[in-house]
């Protein structure tokens, strides 16, 4: 498994940008399929976005398509998620997630601790 620690989460006002920042340990992160997910009180953890490995083909929640644009920079290992446009309803805590080493689809295995996004109205 991958260490994952995520930041840059915070308090906007609807409307406004804000962009999380995913740290990951270890050298073989260009092998891990990343994500991110949030999670709202009362909640299931909900999909958000994701990025493949080397190739950088991307995914998104239709809720946040068109907003949100997640990205990667394995040689600092890292993964981004630049939201736009907020809404109160983006309000949750967002999760940095990681597949399997070397898997492109099953389940999530490692997660950040999460970072909480509180969007005023």
């Known amino acids: 498994q991958v260490q994952l620690v995520e930041s840059g989460g915070g308090l906007v006002q609807a409307g406004g940008s804000l962009r999380l920042s995913c740290a990951a340990s270890?050298?073989?992160?260009?092998?891990?399929?990343m994500g991110w997910f949030r999670q709202a009180p009362g909640n299931l953890r909900d999909f958000v976005a994701s990025i493949s490995r080397t190739d950088g083909i991307t995914r998104y929640a239709d809720s946040v398509k068109g907003r949100f644009t997640i990205s990667r920079d394995n040689a600092k290992n890292m993964v981004y998620l630049q939201m736009n446009s907020l809404k109160p309803e983006d309000t949750a805590v967002y999760y940095c997630?990681?597949?399997?080493?070397?898997?492109?689809?099953?389940?999530?295995?490692?997660w950040g601790q999460g970072t909480q996004v509180t969007v005023s109205s």
């Open positions: 270890g050298r073989t992160f260009s092998r891990y399929t």
């Open positions: 997630g990681a597949l399997g080493l070397g898997a492109t689809t099953g389940p999530w295995e490692s």
